[in-house]
Structure formats: C-alpha cells, structure tokens
C-alpha cells in the first residue's frame, strides 16, 4: 500500500505518528486500539519514517499565532457553509449529529463540567459568526459565560419505551437550527433509558468541527470527565495553536508557490467540460436548491465485506480506494455518463500542528475519473487509485477557490462541480452499532432518524465492530423517491460484489439486475389467440355481419358482403391474371377514398405483399420504390396514372376495373404467418427510403390484440384519418373491418379543415377517433360548443409521434370523463407495441403521456450501450422483442443485420433496436423520451428535445412545436419553431419557459411559423425548416428602471459590481456577481428598503424586475394590514 494510505488508514483506525527528531511518535486517539492496528505500526516503521522525512509537509514552518482582535476572518470552507446557512433548511443540513453509549453511573454536573472544560481548551467550541461593519461574517470567540452553554438531562428509564423516547429526542434536537451569530453552535444532553445505562447526545454545526474532530471531542469529553471525576487535571496535550491562526495562516498561503502548483493541478483536471450527474429525478428539479432529505441504512452482507477486505489487500489499496471505484460505476451505470466527478472529504490535516485539532479543516476533493466501459475493473482500479493520490497530493488547496478559479455558470439548483459525495468512515463507533447474528438483518434497509441532505446523495460506507460494511445513503427528498433509493441501495451492493468477485471481467458485460427487471413481456391468453391470418378474422365477421355497412366514403357505402366481393374479385385477378404468389410485391397508388380498402385487402387476400406509395409522392421517389421492391403490377386510377410508370410496371386502373368478370368467392389462404404482408417505405439516411418488410404473423397478433385486450368495444365506428402509406393504417382497416365496426374514410380536403371534420365527426355518431399526434393537438384547438354537447366520441388513438397532451385535449378528457385516450407507441419495424389507456374516470390525466406497456406477444427490453438491462428509472434503448418483428430492410442486409440484432436473453429470437430512449416507472409503464439521436450535450447537460418541445406545448397560445439543435459557427444553438395560436411575444415565452427549465436548456432562437412542415408519412421534415438568423435570436434587451424600487435596486447593484449601467432585466451573477456580493446586496436592500428578500427568493430570478416585483407586493400588502389596522381603531 502507498504510504500516504497506510498513514491515513491507521489515522482512521485511532492511530497518530509523526516524526520527532528522527524518532516514531504514535499517538492514540482511541482508548482502544486493536493490536492488528499496533502490528501495523511495528511491521512498516521504517516505511513511514522514510516518508515522514521526505515529504514536504513536514519542512512547513510553524503556523504562526494571529494577533489578539475582537474578530478573525473566515475559512473558506466556513464562508461557503455560513452562506447556504442563512437558509433555515440548509442550515440544519450541515448539523453533526453524534451518540455515545454509556454504561455506569454518570453524573449530570459532571459531565457538563468537563464539556466547559473541552470548550475553553478549544477556541473554535466558542465561536459565532458575525457581520463586519463591510457586512462580511467574521469569526468571533466569546467566553464560556458568554456562551451560556447548558448540558440538557432527560430521564426516560421509567419509560415503557425508553429507547424510543430517546431517538424521538434526538431527532427533534437534530432539527432545531443554530443561531450562528450568538451560539452555542454545540448542543449535548444526556439521556438516561435504563438503570446505570445512558446515551451522551452531541450536536455541534459543521461550521465549527468536522467528521475528524467528533472522535478527538468524544476521547477528550470523556477524558476529562474521568479527570475531574478523582479531581484531576485531564492529561491532555496542550494546543499550540487554536483554529483561527490556521484560518489566517492558510488565508495567507493561497498565493504561495506549493498552494499556487496545487491549483494549476485543480484546474487541469476540471476545466474541461465539467460533466453533470444527471440521475432519474422524480419531477423536475427545483429552480433552488433544497435541503429536505432521509437517510436510508443497511449493510452489505459477510461475502461482499470479506471480498472488498480481499480486494483492497490484494490491491494494496484502501477501503476509501475500493468504494469510490465502485460508485463511480455503479454512477455510470445509473446514468449512462462514465465521465463522473464525486465529492469526497479529506481530512487536509498533514501538518504537524493540527493534530488533535476541533476545527473545520476539512477540504473538499472533486474526485474526476472516466469509466471505460472496454476495460475490466481491475484497469479501471488502477486509474482510480493514482488519481485518489494525486488528489491527496493536492488537497491543501480549498474547493471553494478552485470553483471560485473555474469561474462556474452559477446553477443554483445543484451544488457546484458534484451533486455525490462518498464519506467513508474508520471503524470509530462501532462499538454502538447493532449487534446482529441473523445474516437477513444485514439485507434489511432501514429509514435513519435525520431529515436533511446536504448532496443529491451522500454515501457512507463505515467499518463496523461485526466486520461487516454498513451503508448509509442521505438523499434529496425533493428529487428522489425512497423507493428509487432502496432500489439504488440494493444494486450497489450487487454491482460491489460483482466487480469485486468478477474483477477480470469487462464493466460492461456486468448484468446486476435480477432476470425480470429491465424487461417488459406480455403473454396473450392461449385460448384467445390464434395462429391465423388476419383474412380469416375479416372473413368470419362478414359471416356474422354481412348486410352491415363497413366501409363509408363521401356518399358511397359499402356493406361488408359487398367489401367481401369485391376484394375476391380483385384478389382472384391478381393471383390468375397477374400470377401474384407469396413473394409478390403490388403497389397500390390511389387518393384516399374506400378504394385504398379495397386494394389493400384484395391483395392480401391474393396472397401478396402490399406496398402503398403515395400518390403525392414525385415521381422520381415512385420510381425507385417500383424498382427497390421490384413491383411489377400497380393498382391506381386514372387521374394519378403517370405515363412513366406504366413502363416500369403493369397498371390495374380501378376506374375501369370491370369487377363482375371475376370470380367473388373467397379464395384458399395460402400464407404462412411469417410470409411478408405488406412493406411500409420510411425516410433512409442515404437520401433514398428504405422498406420495412412486414408480416402476418405482426398482423394477426396486432389485430387480435386490438380486439381482445386494447380497451376498445368490438363493433364502433372509426373515423379513418391516416394517410394509406402509413402503417396505422393497416392497423384502422383490419381492426374494424375484423371487429363489425364502421370504417369513415375522411376526405382529403377534410383532413386539413377542422371545423367541416367537427360537423362531419358529430353528424355521423363517430366513437372512434385515431389521429397521428400532430394532427390530435390541432383537431381539440377547434371544437365548438355543439360539438362538445353532441359528439359520441368513446375513444381517442394517438400514434406516430410522442403524445403531449396540450391544455385543450386535457380539458375535453376532463369534460369527458368516460372517454379513453390511447396513446400507441412502435415504430415501422414493428408496429404498435406498447400501449397506455388515459381516462379520467380510471386515472388521472397529465400532459405527459407514457407509452405503457407491451402488447400481447411482444416483449420490450431496456437496455444501456452494452445491452444489458437497465433497471426502473432508468434512462435506456428501447428494444423489441416478439411476434411484432419485420422481417428486415428490402434489399439492405447490412442495415437489418445492424438494427435486427440475436435476443441475448432468449435463444433463436431476435430484437430491434428502436434508437428510442425510454424508462420504465414503477407502476410497470414506459416513459418514452426521444431518439437516441435526438439527445444532445450542452455546458455537460444531458439535454432531452422531447422534454423542451412539451413545456412549451403546455405554454398559452402555443399549437405545434419542434425543438432542434443547429449548428452555428462551432456552436450549438437549442432552436424552437412554434406554430402560435395567437400574437407572441418571444422575449416572454422565453421568460414563461425559464420558470421551468434551466437556462441550459432554453432556446436561443425561437422562429415563428404558420405550420410544422411534415413528410408524407407524418413525421417532421426537418429539410423543410427555414435557416435560423439573428431575427430569430430571443436576448435579454437593456430595460431601463422605471418604478422608484426599481431605481433604487439598480443603484445598489451598480455600486456592488462596479458598473455604469443595469438593466431590469440583466442576471446578477451573469454580471459579476458571486455569493459575497450577493450577501451584501440583500443586507444593502434590508437597510435602505426596509425588505427582507431570502436567498432562495433572489436564486429563483436574479433580476431586479423580480426583487422589485416582490418588495411592491409586500409594501402592498402591508399597507392593507395597516388600513386594516387603523379600521378597528376607528371602530
């Protein structure tokens, strides 16, 4: 082990040395030291005076003793601690909570007679924290008369639980605040639960000690009260210095050569692109940071304890080594970023003279490492182990000057540089841990009695008496769920034991999920589902219903024996006169009316491959389909029917089609379930489409699903609104057609007129409605008053793209409390696959809309770049797995070979590889995101379009909306095109969307248009959007102060920054300003307007427009309580 280690463990175990003269001086911070410990010593005496010798730490000078005044500067560290304190919550957060176990007759006066004694020996016990005439805090010691330090006595043993009345005292202790400017900043009590058996409780405010001084305090308190006890002078080394001279001392060496290295290696390591843990939160962030939290404990178990002791032996590591190694994967695993950055602290005590110190000498280390995910832990230890040294190396240098030196984008709603801090703590204590022979009890995670978090997440990891590693996790309640935590909790553990047992393996090939998470199946019911096709389905309904109408268009109305026929008729021309088998691709090329149905069944009746190309296509795109799919015969109609086409391909002109001279008897099904149905052409990135070859087996089990198990009644009447060369389609034809429903084909021009499509839905009792989502948020701009009253609307589809659902659609839902929106999720290489039923007689109704869950007969795996499954909450790919499967890509081996991939989880199945991000919540839905290749990094923010475009849906006066990233000028711009209802006003968009997203994620430009420009199939066409130009840029522009407050505020900001001019609108901190100055404003404001404005009030909105804003409403408000007043006085 590195001997800088092998000091800090024995450090950790209770042990001190230092060099006098050339001679070892061990020093016991302990009563008891294990002889492991001492053989330690022994056996590497040498070693450590070696270093001792040769490191520079020793070559420091003494640290000078400051002059006498009536207050000292602050460290640092305090600085940044006394800020966030002036939040209540914050404050409480950085409360250090202890408990001593006591066994014997302890005497009240006692004990509080050797705390006072501790507390005159430490300067730092007595200190408050007090503002300078300049309004910047200072430390002030005060005298133990000053103090007024009590020890508090309770005496529960009488109690029937006892123990309980204890832990319900230390946690209400634990939430008081602290008054840092008059003190005491320690609080103690000692509780009596038993006869001769007590609990000495300590709370101290981290501003004044630190994890390192709690065993220094415990050892010296009870020192001295076994001292005073026989009335002897405790036997304590006496302190050269106090905390304040350390605080100047180290205030000075900022600038020295040795300090100024130290910084260059700080900014080395972290001024790259500074990544952002961004783990699955619940909701969104808040704008401010917050401080509510619980602490969650457990142990890892006696296999996982004893292989970390192994490993780190065999390393030649330490337990801190080990477990930081692990979090950083266990992080990478949960986010998918293997750049991560954890907090950790370090003691920072190496000079000779801060042994035995109370103090906040603490110094934060961001600890940065990359996990490759090629590499096996054991590689990856390594790089970890050299970077923990080097941190060590450079740890006198203060984290709040290298944030100050990286000059940070202020964030107020994360901590700067990390949001995780590992704590790993020596084995001080465990003697008041739970003894436990039942190994289930060290598998138990338990709720602790603190509740506040200083760090999204703060792990501890303690050595314990039973040799076993107990696991704390301090959370952010206000970003995570307990249930997320427990589950983190447990995988970490599973993660530690693989990597430590697995050690040669490659990180990415861990799987540390049980087999069920991470997938999502769904089996049909075996009597339900057959194995058919689907014209057998169409066919036995024309049976039970053959006088129905089944297909409607204009004023044509076909019944389903009439549908029957005349598909028969076209199927036995295809298969006879056209020789159309199996293998067979035909195109059909028709505007929309109910002869798309027509060729469309009949085909697959005939036992071919259906292609619909639309007739809006330009003929170039038409001709290379006819080649790529090899069609040689066409159905089309006279009016689409192009000159060059009818060389490529025979034309079945369906104007003239003379259906009576073919036979209209149903023909042999001669399709096995795996034979391709119909191919489906998308967008291709090498400028040409590519075909999506489908089956019948997808068919079939669709069509079943959407009867037995969709939520929707057999039977109703669908509007059909899709385009033909979109797969839904299909989905609209053979579900009705197969269940006795009505098909309502709309009108082309119908389909872009609401207002006739409204009058057309009512007059003709539609139940169902299936629109792709584009469509759906424009259709519910535009119902009228009759049609709310009137409709008979059942059921909404949504498919194609992502459903948000805007504020109208949520409305008519709410109005309409028994009808069902259905949000269908699947691409074209698999059609529908999941699905989520939204009704506000069943569930509650939100913008967001999951996709839900699979499908009878499909299975959804989500899975991390090395295809392992990601478990709940956590960002993945979506793969598809099951009977939904195309067969692949027409002609493009490589290109199906690469997206159909062999199922590693089941053998001889195949998985697609969507390109769609996902996570699964804990009620077994999916929460679709975007495309893989939608997500972007911006300033280390993982950013999600998806998660844009649906704020600004939700916005008034916004219809459509597209968030896309350009590149401009080696810079990429966040770009929002907004198809508005109303007049907008962009700066005031801009500002309605920074209440909810953080400014990383907010549009630089916003273009206004009159529509989104779509393809064919419905999907954004990109290509058609219009080059972005400084019109489009949306920034803040010079306002002018106009109201008195606001006159006032600008002067007071301008004097604080040193600027000749200050807009309303203009953000503090993007001005200069920083924490102090922004301590000294509020102070400045509090004086001169007589208006207190919080912390977390000025972080939510820097500007002087809010601070103004909120000192009117208060001076309102309190005129009225005035005249109020006066009015009773009157009376």
């Given at each position: 082990?590195?001997?800088?280690?092998?000091?800090?463990?024995?450090?950790?175990?209770?042990?001190?040395?230092?060099?006098?003269?050339?001679?070892?001086?061990?020093?016991?911070?302990?009563?008891?030291?294990?002889?492991?410990?001492?053989?330690?010593?022994?056996?590497?005496?040498?070693?450590?005076?070696?270093?001792?010798?040769?490191?520079?730490?020793?070559?420091?000078?003494?640290?000078?003793?400051?002059?006498?005044?009536?207050?000292?500067?602050?460290?640092?560290?305090?600085?940044?601690?006394?800020?966030?304190?002036?939040?209540?919550?914050?404050?409480?957060?950085?409360?250090?909570?202890?408990?001593?176990?006591?066994?014997?007759?302890?005497?009240?006066?006692?004990?509080?007679?050797?705390?006072?004694?501790?507390?005159?020996?430490?300067?730092?016990?007595?200190?408050?924290?007090?503002?300078?005439?300049?309004?910047?805090?200072?430390?002030?010691?005060?005298?133990?008369?000053?103090?007024?330090?009590?020890?508090?006595?309770?005496?529960?043993?009488?109690?029937?639980?006892?123990?309980?009345?204890?832990?319900?005292?230390?946690?209400?202790?634990?939430?008081?605040?602290?008054?840092?400017?008059?003190?005491?900043?320690?609080?103690?009590?000692?509780?009596?639960?038993?006869?001769?058996?007590?609990?000495?409780?300590?709370?101290?405010?981290?501003?004044?000690?630190?994890?390192?001084?709690?065993?220094?305090?415990?050892?010296?308190?009870?020192?001295?009260?076994?001292?005073?006890?026989?009335?002897?002078?405790?036997?304590?080394?006496?302190?050269?210095?106090?905390?304040?001279?350390?605080?100047?001392?180290?205030?000075?060496?900022?600038?020295?050569?040795?300090?100024?290295?130290?910084?260059?290696?700080?900014?080395?390591?972290?001024?790259?692109?500074?990544?952002?843990?961004?783990?699955?939160?619940?909701?969104?962030?808040?704008?401010?940071?917050?401080?509510?939290?619980?602490?969650?404990?457990?142990?890892?178990?006696?296999?996982?304890?004893?292989?970390?002791?192994?490993?780190?032996?065999?390393?030649?590591?330490?337990?801190?080594?080990?477990?930081?190694?692990?979090?950083?994967?266990?992080?990478?695993?949960?986010?998918?970023?293997?750049?991560?950055?954890?907090?950790?602290?370090?003691?920072?005590?190496?000079?000779?003279?801060?042994?035995?110190?109370?103090?906040?000498?603490?110094?934060?280390?961001?600890?940065?490492?990359?996990?490759?995910?090629?590499?096996?832990?054991?590689?990856?230890?390594?790089?970890?182990?050299?970077?923990?040294?080097?941190?060590?190396?450079?740890?006198?240098?203060?984290?709040?000057?290298?944030?100050?030196?990286?000059?940070?984008?202020?964030?107020?709603?994360?901590?700067?540089?990390?949001?995780?801090?590992?704590?790993?703590?020596?084995?001080?204590?465990?003697?008041?841990?739970?003894?436990?022979?039942?190994?289930?009890?060290?598998?138990?995670?338990?709720?602790?009695?603190?509740?506040?978090?200083?760090?999204?997440?703060?792990?501890?990891?303690?050595?314990?008496?039973?040799?076993?590693?107990?696991?704390?996790?301090?959370?952010?309640?206000?970003?995570?769920?307990?249930?997320?935590?427990?589950?983190?909790?447990?995988?970490?553990?599973?993660?530690?034991?693989?990597?430590?047992?697995?050690?040669?393996?490659?990180?990415?090939?861990?799987?540390?999920?049980?087999?069920?998470?991470?997938?999502?199946?769904?089996?049909?019911?075996?009597?339900?589902?057959?194995?058919k096709c689907v014209i057998e389905f169409f066919e036995n309904q024309v049976q039970r219903t053959p006088e129905n109408v089944a297909v409607k268009y204009e004023d044509i109305s076909l019944t389903y024996k009439e549908v029957n026929e005349y598909t028969n008729q076209l199927a036995h021309c295809l298969r006879e006169k056209y020789n159309v088998t199996p293998q067979t691709n035909v195109g059909v090329i028709l505007g929309r009316s109910h002869l798309n149905v027509l060729a469309m069944i009949g085909i697959i009746k005939a036992g071919g491959c259906y292609v619909p190309i639309d007739h809006k296509y330009h003929i170039e795109r038409k001709e290379y389909i006819l080649e790529d799919a090899e069609i040689q015969t066409v159905i089309s109609t006279i009016d689409l029917f192009d000159e060059e086409l009818s060389e490529k391909a025979a034309i079945i002109n369906l104007d003239q089609f003379a259906f009576s001279e073919w036979d209209d008897s149903n023909l042999n099904i001669v399709n096995q379930l795996d034979d391709p149905s119909f191919v489906i052409y998308t967008s291709g990135s090498t400028g040409h489409p590519k075909g999506v070859v489908q089956t019948h087996r997808m068919l079939s089990n669709l069509i079943q699903w959407n009867i037995y198990d969709s939520g929707i009644e057999s039977g109703l009447k669908h509007l059909q609104y899709t385009s033909f060369s979109f797969d839904v389609s299909l989905q609209d034809c053979w579900f009705v057609l197969s269940s006795g429903g009505v098909l309502f084909i709309t009108p082309e021009a119908m389909k872009i007129d609401f207002r006739r499509l409204l009058d057309f839905i009512v007059g003709n009792a539609i139940e169902v409605l299936c629109f792709p989502f584009s469509a759906l948020t424009n259709f519910f701009d535009f119902p009228k008053e009759t049609f709310v009253k009137n409709h008979e609307i059942k059921h909404i589809i949504s498919s194609g793209e992502q459903l948000m659902a805007n504020n109208t659609l949520q409305e008519f839902l709410v109005q309409n409390p028994k009808v069902k929106l259905h949000n269908h999720y699947g691409p074209s290489e698999t059609h529908v696959v999941t699905s989520y039923t939204m009704c506000k007689e069943e569930n509650e109704i939100v913008s967001y809309v999951p996709i839900g869950k699979p499908v009878a007969n499909t299975a959804i795996y989500l899975l991390d770049k090395d295809q392992q499954p990601v478990p709940k909450k956590v960002i993945g790919e979506i793969y598809v797995g099951g009977e939904h499967l195309a067969l692949g890509y027409l002609k493009l081996p490589d290109l199906t070979n690469e997206r159909f991939i062999a199922n590693p989880f089941e053998k001889d199945e195949r998985l697609y590889k969507t390109g769609d991000l996902a996570y699964e919540d804990y009620t077994g839905n999916i929460i679709y995101l975007g495309r893989n290749d939608n997500q972007i990094k911006i300033r280390g923010y993982r950013i999600e379009l998806e998660e844009i475009k649906n704020v600004i849906l939700i916005q008034d006066h916004v219809n459509q909306a597209f968030v896309d990233v350009v590149n401009k000028e080696n810079e990429q711009l966040i770009v929002a095109y907004i198809v508005p209802t109303a007049l907008i006003d962009r700066l005031y968009l801009k500002k309605q969307l920074s209440k909810v997203l953080p400014d990383y994620m907010l549009p630089s430009h916003i273009v206004i248009l009159d529509e989104i420009p779509l393809t064919p199939n419905g999907k954004i066409n990109k290509k058609a959007l219009p080059e972005i130009d400084d019109s489009a840029l949306v920034t803040t522009q010079y306002t002018a102060p106009e109201t008195e407050i606001e006159k006032q505020l600008a002067e007071i900001w301008k004097e604080l920054l040193g600027i000749d001019k200050v807009g309303i609108l203009d953000n503090f901190f993007e001005l200069g300003g920083h924490s102090l100055r922004m301590h000294k404003m509020l102070n400045q404001i509090k004086t001169e307007l007589t208006t207190e404005i919080t912390f977390e009030l000025f972080l939510s909105d820097p500007t002087i427009e809010s601070v103004a804003l909120h000192i009117e409403n208060l001076k309102s408000l309190q005129n009225q309580v005035t005249l109020t007043e006066k009015k009773k006085i009157l009376i």
């Amino acid at each position: 082990m590195e001997t800088i280690f092998l000091i800090k463990e024995l450090r950790e175990k209770g042990v001190a040395v230092k060099l006098v003269g050339n001679q070892l001086e061990v020093s016991l911070l302990k009563e008891t030291v294990e002889d492991e410990v001492v053989e330690i010593v022994r056996n590497n005496k040498e070693q450590i005076i070696s270093y001792l010798q040769s490191i520079s730490i020793n070559k420091f000078k003494e640290i000078p003793k400051a002059k006498e005044a009536l207050s000292y500067p602050v460290s640092n560290a305090q600085f940044r601690i006394w800020f966030e304190s002036q939040s209540t919550t914050a404050s409480i957060a950085y409360h250090i909570p202890f408990e001593v176990k006591l066994e014997g007759d302890y005497d009240q006066n006692s004990l509080e007679e050797a705390i006072i004694y501790i507390l005159n020996r430490h300067e730092i016990l007595r200190t408050v924290f007090r503002l300078n005439a300049e309004k910047e805090p200072q430390q002030q010691i005060l005298s133990v008369q000053e103090l007024n330090f009590n020890l508090d006595y309770e005496d529960y043993s009488e109690a029937a639980d006892s123990l309980s009345k204890v832990n319900e005292y230390i946690k209400e202790k634990a939430n008081v605040p602290f008054d840092l400017e008059n003190g005491p900043l320690l609080r103690a009590a000692l509780l009596k639960y038993d006869n001769n058996s007590y609990y000495f409780s300590c709370i101290l405010h981290h501003i004044i000690c630190d994890a390192w001084s709690i065993p220094i305090l415990k050892s010296e308190i009870l020192t001295a009260y076994k001292a005073l006890q026989t009335n002897k002078v405790p036997a304590l080394e006496e302190l050269r210095i106090q905390y304040k001279d350390y605080t100047l001392w180290n205030l000075d060496n900022l600038e020295g050569a040795s300090f100024l290295k130290q910084k260059d290696y700080w900014l080395a390591k972290l001024s790259t692109e500074t990544p952002v843990l961004e783990l699955p939160i619940t909701g969104t962030r808040p704008p401010v940071k917050t401080y509510n939290g619980q602490t969650l404990k457990t142990y890892f178990n006696t296999d996982i304890s004893n292989a970390v002791s192994i490993y780190q032996k065999n390393q030649e590591g330490s337990l801190y080594m080990v477990m930081l190694s692990t979090l950083h994967v266990m992080l990478a695993k949960y986010t998918g970023n293997n750049d991560t950055i954890i907090g950790s602290p370090f003691a920072a005590r190496e000079h000779i003279d801060l042994h035995n110190q109370i103090g906040f000498y603490t110094n934060t280390l961001a600890i940065r490492n990359k996990v490759e995910q090629s590499d096996s832990f054991d590689t990856f230890f390594t790089a970890v182990k050299q970077s923990i040294l080097e941190a060590h190396n450079n740890q006198q240098y203060p984290f709040e000057e290298v944030v100050k030196a990286l000059n940070l984008k202020k964030d107020a709603s994360r901590n700067p540089l990390f949001d995780v801090m590992l704590v790993v703590l020596p084995k001080e204590g465990a003697k008041n841990e739970e003894q436990f022979d039942d190994e289930a009890f060290s598998e138990a995670i338990t709720v602790e009695k603190y509740t506040t978090s200083k760090f999204d997440l703060l792990v501890y990891v303690e050595e314990t008496e039973n040799d076993l590693l107990s696991l704390k996790v301090e959370y952010n309640t206000d970003l995570f769920e307990e249930k997320f935590i427990t589950q983190f909790i447990t995988h970490y553990k599973k993660i530690v034991h693989l990597l430590l047992t697995q050690p040669a393996k490659r990180i990415g090939a861990l799987n540390y999920l049980t087999e069920k998470e991470g997938v999502l199946k769904q089996e049909a019911t075996t009597e339900k589902y057959v194995k058919k096709c689907v014209i057998e389905f169409f066919e036995n309904q024309v049976q039970r219903t053959p006088e129905n109408v089944a297909v409607k268009y204009e004023d044509i109305s076909l019944t389903y024996k009439e549908v029957n026929e005349y598909t028969n008729q076209l199927a036995h021309c295809l298969r006879e006169k056209y020789n159309v088998t199996p293998q067979t691709n035909v195109g059909v090329i028709l505007g929309r009316s109910h002869l798309n149905v027509l060729a469309m069944i009949g085909i697959i009746k005939a036992g071919g491959c259906y292609v619909p190309i639309d007739h809006k296509y330009h003929i170039e795109r038409k001709e290379y389909i006819l080649e790529d799919a090899e069609i040689q015969t066409v159905i089309s109609t006279i009016d689409l029917f192009d000159e060059e086409l009818s060389e490529k391909a025979a034309i079945i002109n369906l104007d003239q089609f003379a259906f009576s001279e073919w036979d209209d008897s149903n023909l042999n099904i001669v399709n096995q379930l795996d034979d391709p149905s119909f191919v489906i052409y998308t967008s291709g990135s090498t400028g040409h489409p590519k075909g999506v070859v489908q089956t019948h087996r997808m068919l079939s089990n669709l069509i079943q699903w959407n009867i037995y198990d969709s939520g929707i009644e057999s039977g109703l009447k669908h509007l059909q609104y899709t385009s033909f060369s979109f797969d839904v389609s299909l989905q609209d034809c053979w579900f009705v057609l197969s269940s006795g429903g009505v098909l309502f084909i709309t009108p082309e021009a119908m389909k872009i007129d609401f207002r006739r499509l409204l009058d057309f839905i009512v007059g003709n009792a539609i139940e169902v409605l299936c629109f792709p989502f584009s469509a759906l948020t424009n259709f519910f701009d535009f119902p009228k008053e009759t049609f709310v009253k009137n409709h008979e609307i059942k059921h909404i589809i949504s498919s194609g793209e992502q459903l948000m659902a805007n504020n109208t659609l949520q409305e008519f839902l709410v109005q309409n409390p028994k009808v069902k929106l259905h949000n269908h999720y699947g691409p074209s290489e698999t059609h529908v696959v999941t699905s989520y039923t939204m009704c506000k007689e069943e569930n509650e109704i939100v913008s967001y809309v999951p996709i839900g869950k699979p499908v009878a007969n499909t299975a959804i795996y989500l899975l991390d770049k090395d295809q392992q499954p990601v478990p709940k909450k956590v960002i993945g790919e979506i793969y598809v797995g099951g009977e939904h499967l195309a067969l692949g890509y027409l002609k493009l081996p490589d290109l199906t070979n690469e997206r159909f991939i062999a199922n590693p989880f089941e053998k001889d199945e195949r998985l697609y590889k969507t390109g769609d991000l996902a996570y699964e919540d804990y009620t077994g839905n999916i929460i679709y995101l975007g495309r893989n290749d939608n997500q972007i990094k911006i300033r280390g923010y993982r950013i999600e379009l998806e998660e844009i475009k649906n704020v600004i849906l939700i916005q008034d006066h916004v219809n459509q909306a597209f968030v896309d990233v350009v590149n401009k000028e080696n810079e990429q711009l966040i770009v929002a095109y907004i198809v508005p209802t109303a007049l907008i006003d962009r700066l005031y968009l801009k500002k309605q969307l920074s209440k909810v997203l953080p400014d990383y994620m907010l549009p630089s430009h916003i273009v206004i248009l009159d529509e989104i420009p779509l393809t064919p199939n419905g999907k954004i066409n990109k290509k058609a959007l219009p080059e972005i130009d400084d019109s489009a840029l949306v920034t803040t522009q010079y306002t002018a102060p106009e109201t008195e407050i606001e006159k006032q505020l600008a002067e007071i900001w301008k004097e604080l920054l040193g600027i000749d001019k200050v807009g309303i609108l203009d953000n503090f901190f993007e001005l200069g300003g920083h924490s102090l100055r922004m301590h000294k404003m509020l102070n400045q404001i509090k004086t001169e307007l007589t208006t207190e404005i919080t912390f977390e009030l000025f972080l939510s909105d820097p500007t002087i427009e809010s601070v103004a804003l909120h000192i009117e409403n208060l001076k309102s408000l309190q005129n009225q309580v005035t005249l109020t007043e006066k009015k009773k006085i009157l009376i």
